[in-house]
């Protein structure tokens, strides 16, 4: 019986109208680019951990790492030139600004830390400080 009534379209396009969907979305697009503004991702190898932070569109100059206090900061700045000649843009999805993020190496060997640039990838290997293992000895009685 259901199925001969009209369903109106605009009936059925409120009925599935998240009342927070605007709110939700403006909430989660300022998260990404306030809290995360570059993407990482930190893998485990056992002896080391790798960090892979994804920074497209930035020179190997604008990218800066500093140690303090046991906290690595990976900063990246984007200028803006402003004597380039600014063509009349639809729509600006491109940012000018500083980004950056911060993480924590406690258990990390500072001085044994590498990096390397490729293809827009910031590859940074952490290696972990050794265990130091008591060394057992026996006594002898005499």
């Known amino acids: 019986m259901f199925e001969l009534i009209p369903f109106d379209h605009r009936i059925r396009h409120l009925a599935n109208t998240d009342p927070f969907r605007e709110m939700n979305e403006f909430f989660n697009n300022a998260s990404r680019t306030a809290v995360n503004p570059f993407a990482t991702d930190v893998i485990d190898h056992g002896d080391a951990f790798e960090l892979d932070a994804e920074l497209p569109g930035f020179k190997k100059e604008d990218i800066s790492l500093n140690i303090e206090n046991d906290c690595l900061t990976i900063s990246a700045e984007r200028k803006f030139n402003k004597d380039e000649k ?47 293992v008591p060394v057992s000895r026996s006594i002898q009685i005499s």
């Open 86 to 132: 600014v063509p009349n843009f639809v729509k600006r999805e491109r940012f000018y600004g500083s980004y950056s993020r911060s993480f924590d190496l406690t258990g990390i060997d500072v001085d044994k830390i590498t990096a390397a640039y490729t293809d827009g990838v910031l590859k940074l290997t952490l290696p972990k400080v050794a265990e130091e």
